[in-house]
């Protein structure tokens, strides 16, 4: 059986189209410590934990992969990157015993990990100074152009992929491109929210970027997912190091002192975003993946029933 795509389809879905570009990289910041998940996270990192049957991380992958990129930078801390080496390299041990088994199906699950990708690289973050430093940690590998950003806790259940939609934008657009969604007013402070300019129910023009704005000054209720396509200018501001809410380096700090020289907006996608970060969004996600795939029994809906 070939990879299962995220979709519950047969095949991590490529779609070769408009949204075929300029963005060949990914950077996926991997290096915090997944507080809201210990005891899990002590010893399997957030982005190894499983929703139905594969990780996190390999979600984002066939995301990235169907939207046209292939080359891959992981900002890792000294906990995981030997995990992720383990997940997307060959298992030769494994294989020859499913090949002799002549487990061909299971045989395809392990070598289709790394479908599709050119190239992976690590940077390490040595210590978890916040999302923009993440970023920052990945500079050698960005090359002076456009790339993307991705928080595999964050699970988009889309088709076409979220990404795939931030790509298709930017080959219309250019500029900063994040993905947003609406949350409610009094939630406003646990995200980046955009100061909305221009507004067409789709793509919204920005002005500004706050970080977890209180309720009573946000400018909006439109807020970044992890879902970034972003210019190398970024890295400027990075550069300084400065700290920002949550004394923590801000990457929406970052993308905020570009707005001016730079395009900066807004995505609505189209999708279901999971927060896999937060407990009830990775049990959440669990169920919705589960329902989607085609080989998971309809007792699981009967189950699940009775259960609500
Ligand atoms: P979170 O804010 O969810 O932090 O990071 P966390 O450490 O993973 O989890 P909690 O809040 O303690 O439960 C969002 C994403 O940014 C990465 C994380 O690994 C995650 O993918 N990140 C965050 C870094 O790589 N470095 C950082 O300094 C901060």
């Known amino acids: 059986m070939p990879l299962e795509g995220i979709y519950g389809r047969n095949e991590p879905m490529t779609l070769v189209t408009s949204a075929t570009s300029a963005i060949k990289t990914a950077v996926l910041p991997v290096a915090g410590i997944g507080t809201r998940f210990l005891p899990a996270t002590k010893a399997i990192p957030k982005e190894m934990l499983p929703i139905v049957d594969r990780p996190l991380i390999q979600y984002a992958i066939d995301e990235a992969v169907a939207a046209g990129i292939s080359n891959f930078v992981f900002v890792v801390g000294s906990h995981n ?3 992720l080496e383990a997940h997307f390299g060959s298992s030769p041990v494994l294989e020859k015993i499913l090949k002799t088994r002549g487990k061909s199906q299971e045989l395809e699950l392990v070598t289709g990990t790394s479908k599709g990708i050119t190239s992976i690289n690590f940077v390490t973050q040595d210590e978890p100074l916040g999302l923009g430093h993440a970023v920052w ?3 050698d590998f960005i090359n002076d152009g456009p790339f993307a950003v991705m928080l595999p806790d964050d699970l988009v259940q889309a088709e076409p992929g979220c990404m795939w939609q931030m790509v298709d934008a930017f080959n219309k ?3 900063n491109i994040v993905a947003v969604e609406d949350v409610p007013r009094d939630q406003t402070n646990k995200y980046g929210i ?3 300019d221009e507004d067409d129910g789709r793509i919204a023009s920005a002005r500004g970027l706050v970080e977890k704005p209180n309720p009573e000054d946000a400018p909006s209720t439109l807020s970044v ?3 970034y396509i972003l210019g190398p200018e970024v890295l400027e ?3 300084r190091g400065e700290k920002g809410a949550g004394n923590e380096i801000q990457l929406t700090d ?3 002192t570009t707005i001016g020289r730079v395009d900066f907006r807004g995505l609505r996608f189209t999708g279901q975003r999971f927060d896999c970060g937060s407990k009830a969004g990775f049990v959440a996600a669990n169920v ?3 329902l989607a795939r085609s080989d998971i029994p309809d007792d699981f809906k009967v189950l699940l029933k009775s259960l609500v």
């Open 137 to 139: 940690c990945a500079r």
């Open 237 to 239: 501001h990075l550069e």
């Open 81 to 83: 990157r030997s995990l």
């Open 225 to 227: 997912i992890g879902r």
């Open 173 to 175: 657009y250019g500029g």
């Open 288 to 290: 919705a993946y589960a």
């Open 194 to 196: 955009l100061d909305v």
């Open 254 to 256: 970052a993308i905020a």
